[in-house]
């Protein structure tokens, strides 16, 4: 080989890596940031919390403008595609974000909702002890004065009667908040499970109709003592959490629609990022 077609070889070679090796070492560069893309939109999408959300997304971000920065060492119709997927890649991040964010906000009033249920049913327990201590109290004294023989028996006997039935009275509608209680609880935890949709909203509220109706007739009985009026008070906040439209049936629609909306943008993400 003579010393020109020598000197000719290695010039296109020195030509060649240093026009194809950096476009190779881009190409590298930004493959890996892609993979790291891939792999945080994946933890993005199963955040605990909005401060890791929030860093994540950050993270993203960075990424997303350094795959940019290094599409510059590409050919121009590899720097056009890649924009094209970077421009998809944003938008999807944009729509994850506001998705998730929407379904933290339908999470936490699910879980105020669910602590204020908890609370009045654990008020109303409260107050339920108590009356039932007075109530064994009351007819302890009046089984005292008949074995007494103090006043009149047939008086004693008569009041006798009457606590019994508000104590029937009250016992009844403590049957009817816990399944109130119940009821709210269990569409809670099926919309906290994604077994719950749309149309159940509206048994959900039917179902509640009817108790209401009991419990009004139950309440009417119990006019007469004004011991009762916290249990009633109570039943009646737990209904309203149940059947007020801006409370639980607006809650598990606005749930419904914020699942199904990460579904979907799950689904495009799977279809920008392969």
């Not at 893309?37 to 993270?59: K, M």
């Not at 049913?121 to 409260?126: E, G, N, P, Q, V």
């Not at 909203?201 to 119990?222: G, W």
């Amino acid at each position: 080989v003579s010393l020109y077609s020598w000197h000719e070889q290695s010039s296109q070679i020195r030509y060649s890596l240093d026009e194809y090796f950096p476009r190779i070492h881009s190409a590298f560069l930004i493959e890996g940031n892609l993979n790291l893309v891939v792999d945080q939109l994946n933890e993005f999408l199963l955040a605990p919390n909005t401060t890791v959300r929030l860093q994540l997304r950050n993270q993203i971000i960075q990424h997303l403008d350094k795959i940019e920065r290094l599409s510059q060492g590409l050919s121009p119709a590899e720097r056009q595609q890649l924009a094209v997927i970077l421009q998809d890649s944003r938008a999807l991040l944009s729509e994850l974000d506001r998705v998730l964010y929407n379904m933290f906000l339908v999470r936490e009033k699910v879980g105020e909702l669910s602590a204020r249920i908890d609370w009045l049913h654990d008020d109303f327990t409260t107050e339920l002890n108590s009356l039932v201590q007075d109530f064994t109290w009351q007819q302890g004294t009046l089984l005292d004065q008949i074995e007494a023989r103090q006043g009149d028996a047939a008086q004693y006997l008569k009041r006798s009667r009457e606590v019994q039935n508000e104590q029937q009275q009250v016992y009844t509608l403590a049957r009817i908040e816990n399944q109130i209680v119940d009821d709210l609880r269990d569409r809670l935890n099926e919309l906290k499970s994604g077994n719950d949709d749309g149309m159940l909203v509206e048994t959900h509220i039917r179902y509640l109709e009817n108790l209401k109706k009991t419990s009004d007739e139950n309440i009417r009985a119990l006019d007469d003592w004004p011991s009762t009026i916290t249990l009633r008070q109570t039943i009646d906040e737990l209904l309203e959490i149940g059947m007020v439209k801006n409370k639980m049936p607006d809650t598990m629609r606005d749930y419904v629609t914020a699942q199904k909306a990460l579904v979907d943008a799950s689904r495009a993400r799977e279809a920008t990022l392969g």
